[in-house]
């Protein structure tokens, strides 16, 4: 059972009694001398002196030390110091908006429905499906992430590789001249000249005594977790930024076509304008004033051309491509149809869907597990070594009689004074720890934030569109109107232009509306997690 220790500065009773637990069972078990330890961290404990005591053991060492080591390694998964991590409760509210208003005109929203991983098929686009699925599979940052979820998964497996012996061999051969007239020859043969050949095999172990190194993995395994949620929001972003540029861009093509739209109406009617003018039933000031007006127009063509070009680059980069390979797909509003049913998750459920929550809360776990690693780094580390092998004066006499040698030492050491350095790393885990968890809360605000304003924006989004529908066939029958009526002769400059104009702002903003609600809808899957925990297993390892 895990002891856990919250503070640095009332902890040190219990972690003095777990050491004095791990002394006497290993006092016990390998019947070595008495330890004691001190109630001071700064004197923790005081190693037998006696030569009585070594003497006492004698040829019992070989056996004994082994049985230390035994008796260390079983204490390696009875105990681990500092805080064990709990994930932090769901927030405490039934909605995301006040009154639980949080119904959509035009679409039924349904609590609790399930999120599909290719939500992006809800807008049913044969294209758009396909540029995403071309981002997926190019797009550099999403390569970038899996990359940084593979470094950081094998940086945990290479560190728990720290619990067991690190076992080594080493094969050393030498040939050496002894002066015979001043020193005596090493081989029994007395010879001056001789050839030595030695091969042995090392161990060296580390018992995790308090917990520090399974600490370490567990802060290890939190970051690899951690980078597969950054991971996750990265995909759920590129996903949604591709479905947004193509939007935008069926956004751009709408509003050219208005303007496009308009310009021949314009150009119409400065023909009838002129023909007027040359038959006099019309001043020259009123042809001037319309070909201004259709200037006007034009001037807003090569903007939005510009916007339109610089749109499809950025499909093009998004997708893994060159700006110049461009993308062969073009997007009107038309491709595009609207979701008849929204899905909105639960509160509770929120903080576990959305990757940029569960990253902030392993970030948390990565944190809170590095408070037992400094804090064992303030107990005694021990070291286990030994060493056996074989060395003769021929190849052929290793591992004869004689030749044989072995060696097994230990080495508790404990720090005794360091000015408090390891105390403040300790105090500085612990504040990390805090302001992770401050960082976390912040996290779930945010996106509790964002669920709450796509919500609010798809309700006015609803009365936006309706309302620009309504305002765009006004406009549409006023300039019908306004053309018979300039064909007759019978309106002035002041109306023709006020009609032309109503009818360019409410054809930019339908346009405008309509794209801004399909976008909304997507920012709602966006804010909602994207479904990611809905992967299937070969789409999980397509993607990886």
């Not at 069972?25 to 008495?34: F, K, S, W, Y």
């Not at 349904?110 to 997926?136: E, M």
């Not at 728990?160 to 001043?182: E, H, K, N």
């Amino acid at each position: 059972m895990p002891l856990e220790f919250r503070r640095a500065g009332n902890t040190w009773d219990d972690g003095r009694t777990a050491y004095q637990s791990a002394c006497r069972i290993a006092r016990e078990v390998a019947g070595l001398g008495t330890f004691e330890l001190e109630a001071r961290h700064d004197v923790p404990h005081k190693l037998p002196t006696s030569h009585d005591g070594y003497a006492r053991l004698g040829r019992a060492r070989a056996v004994r030390w082994p049985l230390c080591a035994v008796a260390l390694t079983m204490l390696t998964g009875c105990l681990m110091v500092g805080p064990d991590f709990q994930s932090p409760p769901p927030p405490g509210v039934a909605g995301f908006l006040p009154n639980s208003r949080e119904s959509v005109a035009g679409a039924a929203v349904i609590r609790g429905a399930q999120i599909s991983a290719r939500w992006w098929d809800v807008f049913r686009s044969r294209n758009l499906n396909r540029l995403i699925q071309d981002g997926i599979e190019n797009n550099p940052d999403l390569q970038a992430a899996e990359a940084a979820v593979r470094a950081a998964q094998a940086n945990a497996f290479s560190l728990r590789g720290t619990l067991l012996p690190v076992i080594s061999a080493t094969f050393d051969a030498s040939r050496q001249m002894t002066p015979t007239a001043t020193l005596t020859s090493n081989v029994p043969s007395g010879a001056d000249t001789y050839s030595l050949h030695t091969p042995q095999v090392t161990v060296a172990f580390v018992p995790d005594v308090f917990g520090g190194t399974r600490r370490a993995i567990e802060s290890a395994d939190a970051v690899a977790e951690q980078q597969s949620y950054q991971r996750e929001a990265i995909y759920l972003t590129l996903a949604s930024n591709i479905a947004l540029a193509a939007i935008q861009e069926a956004s751009l093509r709408g509003q050219i076509a208005a303007t496009r739209r308009l310009i021949d109406i314009q150009t119409q009617l400065l023909d009838i304008l002129r023909r007027q003018n040359d038959r006099g039933q019309i001043a020259l000031p009123d042809v001037v004033a319309q070909e201004t007006a259709a200037a006007q127009a034009r001037l807003l063509l090569p903007p939005l051309e510009r916007q339109l070009a610089q749109q499809r680059n950025l499909l093009a980069t998004l997708t893994g491509r060159f700006a110049g390979e461009g993308v062969s797909a073009a997007f009107e509003l038309t491709s595009f149809r609207l979701p008849k049913k929204l899905p909105l998750s639960l509160p509770a459920d929120l903080v576990r869907q959305r990757p940029d929550i569960r990253a902030a809360e392993a970030n948390l776990h990565a944190l809170n597990a590095q408070i037992g690693v400094a804090f064992a780094n303030r107990l005694p580390q021990i070291k286990l070594t030994g060493n056996a092998g074989s060395s003769a004066d021929a190849i052929a006499r290793l591992f004869s009689p004689g030749t044989m040698f072995w060696t097994l030492a230990g080495n508790a050491a404990q720090t005794v004074f360091d000015a408090g350095s390891l105390f403040y790393k300790q105090k500085a885990a612990e504040e990390a720890a805090a302001q992770a968890a401050a960082q976390y809360r912040a996290t779930v605000l945010v996106a509790f934030q964002n669920v709450a304003d796509v919500l609010r924006a798809l309700q006015a989004d609803a009365r936006t569109v309706s309302a620009a529908l309504a305002a765009e066939e006004s406009a549409n029958r006023s300039i019908d109107l306004v053309r018979r009526q300039v064909e007759q002769g019978q309106v002035s400059s002041p109306v023709l232009l006020n009609a032309q104009q109503a009818y360019l702002q409410t054809s930019l903003a339908r346009v405008q509306a309509q794209a801004a609600r399909l976008a909304d809808t997507v920012a709602l899957y966006q804010a909602l997690g994207g479904g990611w925990w809905n992967r299937s297993p070969s789409a999980e390892i397509a993607i990886q």
